[in-house]
């Protein structure tokens, strides 16, 4: 069973508010969860972060893997200044346009050196 720590949704239409939960990953967003670790709202002014961050720890140490999210939600929650910076993934199509621009780029820094000699 693999356990993630993930957001599910509550509150009424158009002013929710999320829970942190421990949950197995086919279980639906909003339904089965193992435990409840906190509390997120967005809708207030600055946003409120209430996790129980012992427990939170307890599930990582046990293997569970928080969602990007709440990743950003327990490094606010532990005071840490920046967030944990998820590894950018590139789609193949981005990657070959990153490798073609960079070729460009090298090309156009050459051929002033060949004018100019």
Do not use: C
Not at 12 to 17: E, V
Not at 35 to 58: C, F, H, M, W
Not at 88 to 107: G, I, N, P
């Amino acid at each position: 069973m693999a356990v993630k720590i993930r957001l599910a949704r509550a509150g009424a239409k158009k002013a929710p508010f999320y829970r942190v939960v421990a949950a197995d990953s086919h279980a639906p967003r909003d339904g089965r969860f193992i435990e409840i670790l906190g509390r997120y709202n967005p809708r207030t002014q600055p946003s409120t972060v209430e996790l129980d961050v012992e427990k939170v720890d307890a599930w990582l140490a046990k293997g569970a893997q928080p969602t990007e999210t709440v990743a950003k939600l327990i490094a606010i929650a532990k005071g840490e200044t920046k967030a944990p910076k998820a590894d950018a993934k590139l789609s193949k199509k981005a990657q070959a346009k990153a490798t073609a621009a960079a070729a460009k780029a090298v090309e156009a820094a050459e051929a002033p050196a060949k004018d100019a000699e």
